[in-house]
């Protein structure tokens, strides 16, 4: 059965301090994993999409890592406007399957 | 660009009533998704079109949702009659041909269904 699994399920950090959250994937055929940021009430915002194992992306304080089994998602020096939900997808045929999140905080 | 437009953002109705959502793409775009989400469950994808087709229905729940979208700039999803167990977050994304996985959502519809 293809699945996301994301952690941790929550993330309290200090400004500053650097982390990474996890999107660990089973599925057949991947066709593309995706980063999205969703701030409360407010519809999940498009980050990155990675196709292939090795392959990085960056945009400012945040860098997304795939390999062939998950994804990593680094924060540098995170600011407290980072903090939001951080949702993992997978597509894989003509499904796209999301995991349930990461819950990140970022305490000035 | 004014993004995909959701209505309404919020809806309250009684069990056994019908719903209709309604969402415009970002013009230009030739996918679009219809999404579900709960604190359950997360975000699930009921259905998608390409070019106004659609692709994929194997998330619509069960027979009281159906989703149309009868031109490039406009898609409905409708459920009728309504249960309490619908109550959850409706989104609607587009996204660009070529690129059908940077999905653009809008807002959302908060569905509450008492």
Redesign the interface.
């Given at each position: 059965e293809d699945q996301v699994t994301q952690s941790p399920e929550a993330l309290r950090l200090q400004e500053g301090e650097s982390s990474s959250l996890n999107c660990s994937y089973t599925v057949s055929g991947l066709r593309?994993l995706?980063w999205y940021r969703q701030d409360p009430g407010?519809?999940?915002?498009?980050l990155f999409?990675l196709y292939s194992a090795g392959e990085e992306k960056e945009k400012e304080r945040l860098k997304a890592t795939l390999t062939k089994k998950e994804s990593f998602l680094h924060i540098t020096a995170p600011k407290p406007e980072d903090s939001a939900t951080y949702?993992c997808?997978v597509?894989t045929g003509?499904?796209?399957?999301?995991?349930?999140?990461t819950s990140l905080t970022v305490i000035p | 660009d004014a993004g995909v437009i959701q209505s309404p953002r919020h809806e309250v109705t009684e069990m056994g009533q019908e719903v209709t959502l309604r969402c415009k793409p970002i013009s230009g775009h030739d996918y679009l998704f219809w999404y579900r989400q709960t604190m359950m469950r997360g975000l699930e994808l009921l259905i998608y079109f390409n070019n106004n087709v659609p692709i994929d229905d194997s998330g619509m729940p069960e027979d009281r949702f159906s989703a149309k979208m009868p031109n490039a700039s406009f898609s409905t999803l409708k459920i009728q009659p309504s249960e309490p167990r619908d109550s959850a977050v409706y989104f609607c994304a587009s996204s660009p041909s070529g690129q059908a996985y940077e999905q653009y959502f809008g807002p959302g519809t908060r569905l509450t269904v008492t």
């Open positions: 593309g995706f407010k519809g999940p915002e498009f999409t949702l997808a597509r003509n499904q796209f399957y999301f995991g349930t999140g | -």
